[in-house]
């Protein structure tokens, strides 16, 4: 069994900024990947950023230049930073973790709104 827990969501000001953290635990064995995606009412799931055990990391168009992913080392922790946050941005945050199939968190909602 493979667990991730998302925190760090909430509501905040267009500009703003939040910190979102995921925390992996169980049977993990040399994950190849972690990463975030989100979901907005009515779309698909989407890619926000990735990040590799070596460290390469992938974003969306969307996030490139305001969101930063990251890992902790030595650990299946990852962050994802966020500012000059867009109403656009409102959406379920969901960590992910490929290992021989990809496991999702419960997500976190990011709501940006004056």
């Known amino acids: 069994q493979v667990q991730l827990v998302e925190s760090g969501g909430g509501l905040v000001q267009p500009g703003g900024s939040l910190r979102l953290s995921c925390a992996a635990s169980?049977?993990?064995?040399?994950?190849?990947?972690m990463g975030w995606y989100r979901q907005a009412p009515g779309k698909q799931r989407e890619l926000v950023a990735t990040?590799?055990?070596?460290?390469?990391?992938n974003y969306a168009d969307s996030a490139k230049g305001r969101f930063t992913i990251s890992r902790e080392t030595g650990k299946n922790v990852i962050y994802l930073q966020m500012n000059s946050l867009k109403p656009a941005d409102t959406a379920v945050y969901y960590c992910?973790?490929?290992?021989?199939?990809?496991?999702w968190g419960q997500g976190t909602q990011v709501t940006v709104s004056s």
């Open positions: 169980g049977r993990i064995f040399l994950p190849k990947e």
């Open positions: 992910s973790i490929l290992l021989r199939e990809t496991y």
């Open positions: 990040i590799t055990s070596d460290g390469a990391t």
